[in-house]
C-alpha cells in the first residue's frame, strides 16, 4: 500500500512528514515467514513479546493469541515445555521455537531452521566452531572472561569463539 500525507487525514503536515520518514527508514516487509501462523506464549526477560510478534508479522507470519489448528509455531521457554504446557502442540505437528528464531530470521532476512533455534537457545551459550591454521586451541568460557590456548602438535586447530 502507498502511503502518503494526503491519505494521513487530518494531521498536521509535520507530522505526517515524520510519519513517512519513519516509515521509509523501516526494513521493507518479506515473506520469509510466508505459511507461518505463530503464537507467542514467553520470551526472554531481556526481549519484549511486542518485538518479536512486529518481527513476525514483517516478515509475512500471521500472529494469534492462542494455539488452534491452523498454528505452525510457538515461541516459548524450556519452562512450558517441562511443564507439558505444550505437549498437544507437538502432537499436532507444531514446531516449539525460541524467541532468536524470529529474530535471528529476522536480522538475516531468511527463514533459519527451527531445529537450530529450540526453546533452550541462548546465543550467549552459543558457540561458533571453526577451523584455523594456528597450532593450538582457543577456548573462552561463556562470560568471556577467561581464555586459554592449548597447543595440538599438528597443523590444524580449531577454535571455539562465543557467536
Avoid at 84 to 108: F, H, I, P, R, T
Amino acid at each position: 500500500a502507498v502511503v502518503s500525507t494526503q491519505s494521513l487525514g487530518g494531521l498536521s503536515s509535520l507530522y505526517k512528514k515524520n510519519i513517512l520518514n519513519a516509515m521509509r527508514k523501516t526494513a521493507p516487509p518479506t515473506k520469509i515467514f510466508g505459511g507461518v501462523t505463530l503464537v507467542v506464549k514467553q520470551a526472554k526477560p531481556e526481549v519484549p513479546v511486542s518485538e518479536i510478534k512486529t518481527a513476525a508479522r514483517r516478515n509475512g507470519a500471521v500472529v494469534k493469541a492462542y494455539i488452534d489448528r491452523t498454528c505452525t509455531h510457538v515461541v516459548c521457554s524450556v519452562k512450558e515445555v517441562k511443564e507439558g504446557n505444550m505437549e498437544q502442540a507437538v502432537k499436532q505437528g507444531v514446531k516449539l521455537v525460541s524467541c532468536y528464531w524470529v529474530l535471528m530470521s529476522d536480522e538475516q532476512k531468511k527463514r533459519l531452521s527451527e531445529q537450530e533455534y529450540s526453546p533452550g537457545y541462548d546465543p550467549k551459550r552459543a558457540l561458533n566452531i571453526s577451523v584455523s591454521e594456528d597450532v593450538e586451541v582457543a577456548a573462552v568460557d561463556i562470560d568471556n572472561t577467561q581464555s586459554e590456548q592449548v597447543p595440538l602438535g599438528d597443523d590444524n586447530a580449531f577454535s571455539l569463539d562465543p557467536v
